[in-house]
Nanobody, 120 residues
């Protein structure tokens, strides 16, 4: 089992920044990838970013490319999502998720989510 706990959400004005954290515990050695997703009210959950656990390779959705950055603190088994130049359309609940099966792209474990609200 892997447990994921997000933190760092909040209310920020457009143009501002927030840093989300995702702390992993449990069988962290089984994690080979971690992703960030978001879900706005009335909308489907969408992919935001992904980082490969082994070498730090990252992928970003076009909507956040150049504004959001994933980073790692391996000693703490924590991934961060630095969000800059925030826009009202970034308002959503943000979730981190972990992949633990190398043959699958599915995310097996999810955090509880953290609310990000960007005011105009």
């Amino acid at each position: 089992q892997v447990q994921l706990v997000e933190s760092g959400g909040g209310l920020v004005q457009a143009g501002g920044s927030l840093r989300l954290s995702c702390a992993a515990s449990g069988r962290t050695f089984s994690i080979y990838g971690m992703g960030w997703f978001r879900q706005a009210p009335g909308k489907e959950r969408e992919f935001v970013a992904h980082i490969r656990w082994s070498d730090g390779l990252t992928y970003y959705a076009d909507s956040v490319k150049g504004r959001f950055t994933i980073s790692s603190d391996n000693a703490k088994n924590t991934k961060y999502l630095q969000m800059n130049s925030l826009k009202p359309e970034d308002t959503a609940v943000y979730y981190c998720a972990a992949q633990t099966r190398s043959w699958s792209r599915e995310y097996d474990y999810w955090g509880q989510g953290t609310q990000v609200t960007v005011s105009s």
